[in-house]
């Protein structure tokens, strides 16, 4: 069973930066970020594998952001840079247990935190 806990989301200007956490309980092969706006699909950020520290990104956001986790393994990072009004979204972290080529595909995600609000005024 894995247990994801996220924190850090707030209200920010455009142009600022915010750095989200989420806690990590329980053995994970990959760790995801997703958000998303009322209305529209949930969409994967940035995504890292867990043995390896490999990390993909999703093209919008290439840049701006960066995952990272701590060296146990127990908490996952998303740092957003030069914040835009579009970045507005609830962010969520999501796990796969096995292996997945698909990170940004929330289907593929076994487990989910509860998420935190991002809002970015301009």
């Known amino acids: 069973q894995v247990q994801l806990v996220e924190s850090g989301g707030g209200s920010v200007e455009a142009g600022g930066s915010l750095r989200l956490s989420c806690a990590v309980s329980?053995?994970?092969?990959?760790k995801t970020w997703f958000r998303q706006v009322p209305g529209k699909e949930r969409e994967g950020v940035a995504t890292?594998?867990?043995?390896?520290?490999?990390?993909y990104y999703a093209t919008f956001v290439k840049g701006r952001v960066t995952i990272s986790q701590n060296s146990g393994k127990t908490t996952v990072y998303l740092e957003i840079k030069d914040l835009k009004p579009e970045d507005t979204a609830m962010y969520y972290c999501a796990a796969r247990t096995t292996w997945a080529s698909s990170w940004y595909d929330p289907s593929k995600m076994h487990y989910w935190g509860q998420g935190t609000q991002v809002t970015v005024s301009s």
């Open positions: 890292i594998y867990t043995e390896s520290g490999n990390t």
């Open positions: 329980g053995s994970t092969y990959l």
